[in-house]
């Protein structure tokens, strides 16, 4: 598979705005490659020239190839540490989803997937006995960016945050929570909304599916944009009653129904809900204008 990251404004001294950068291997190791960009361009803020020749998977792993000139040998060195950290982690996240995974056979080719991915589209995967880098000594699960990526098990069993909205504490510098309709949860219970404790980890795919936080870890249902979420929580909340599972915060698709409802229940002033009903025609504008132009 063939990723583009655009690399904008998230590594500004890497030097690689000029152009879209096409990566061969699966977006489940997108986090992998962040932390590696993160690292290089920290490293690069003091000056030189990076240039990233290759990202490939190649007999399973994670290989990259980049040139760097004018800079210290001791960035030089923290650079290509950081590489073969990235290495050494694409043995143990499978390529496919990002949870943990381990390095299996599938005939003549090598891949690292997780026990869902091991039986797919190659066929059923043998998991690889030899050890791995045994020149290289790395302990994945003393690695928190390990450690904090679940198993397919432990992710089937975690509890669901539906209509999931990520909030930063902009003055404390705390890290960010999450806030939802919690089920299978074991404090709160079914449908209610709550809050979690700081997020630990979030997975990288588009849509995130997972997220570990102090306290556990929970799989994310849909994330609704941030009027359409508002408008949902005001209905849902002003019902007085939990969110049956399977059903849409604020009770169904009917956003019109649902802004009607808040205007003839006399609990919110009208002004906000203008201001909620033009925030949300707004977006809805925006999804459009994306939708049509993903469409062409
Ligand atoms: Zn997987």
């Known amino acids: 598979m063939r990723l583009i990251i655009r690399p ?10 000029r152009r879209p950068l096409a990566i061969a291997c699966g977006e489940g190791w997108l986090g992998i490659l962040h932390a590696f960009f993160t690292e290089a361009d920290k490293v690069m803020a003091v000056g030189g020239s990076f240039t990233v020749l290759e990202v490939m998977e190649e007999k399973g792993v994670l290989h990259m190839h980049y040139a760097i000139a004018q800079i210290a040998p001791d960035a030089r060195r923290a ?33 690292v997937v997780c026990s869902e991915h091991a039986d797919g589209e190659l066929g059923k995967g043998v998991p690889f ?21 679940p198993t397919v098990t432990e992710f089937d069993a975690a509890p669901i945050i539906e209509g999931w909205l990520i909030e930063e504490d902009s003055e404390g510098g705390r890290r960010p929570w999450l806030y939802g309709w919690f089920f299978s949860e074991p404090v709160t219970r079914d449908g209610e909304h709550g809050h979690t404790s700081p997020i630990v980890q ?31 929580y005001w209905a849902q909340k002003l019902s007085r009653r939990p969110v049956p599972y399977g059903e849409r915060p604020g009770g169904s698709d009917d956003m019109e129904a649902m802004l009607a409802f808040l205007r003839s229940s006399g609990r919110l002033r009208s002004t906000k809900i203008d201001r909620l009903e033009q925030a949300y025609r707004e977006e809805q504008g925006h999804v459009n204008e994306v939708g049509k132009v993903r469409a062409t």
């Not at 904008?8 to 705005?17: A, F, Q, S, T, V």
């Not at 799989?219 to 408008?231: F, K, N, S, T």
């Open 8 to 17: 904008n404004d998230r590594y500004p001294h890497l030097g690689l705005d």
């Open 79 to 111: 650079i290509d540490d950081a590489c073969r950290l990235a290495a050494a982690r694409s043995f143990h996240i499978c390529e496919v989803c990002g949870r943990r995974g381990r390095l299996h056979t599938f005939g003549d080719l090598r891949k």
């Open 129 to 149: 006995e030899d050890p791995l880098n045994a020149l290289d000594p790395y302990f994945p699960d003393v690695d928190p960016f390990i450690a904090a990526r």
């Open 202 to 232: 979030m997975d990288d795919m588009v849509p995130p599916r997972w997220v570990r936080t102090d306290t556990r870890l929970y799989r994310l249902g849909m994330c609704y944009p941030p009027a359409e979420r508002e408008i949902r």
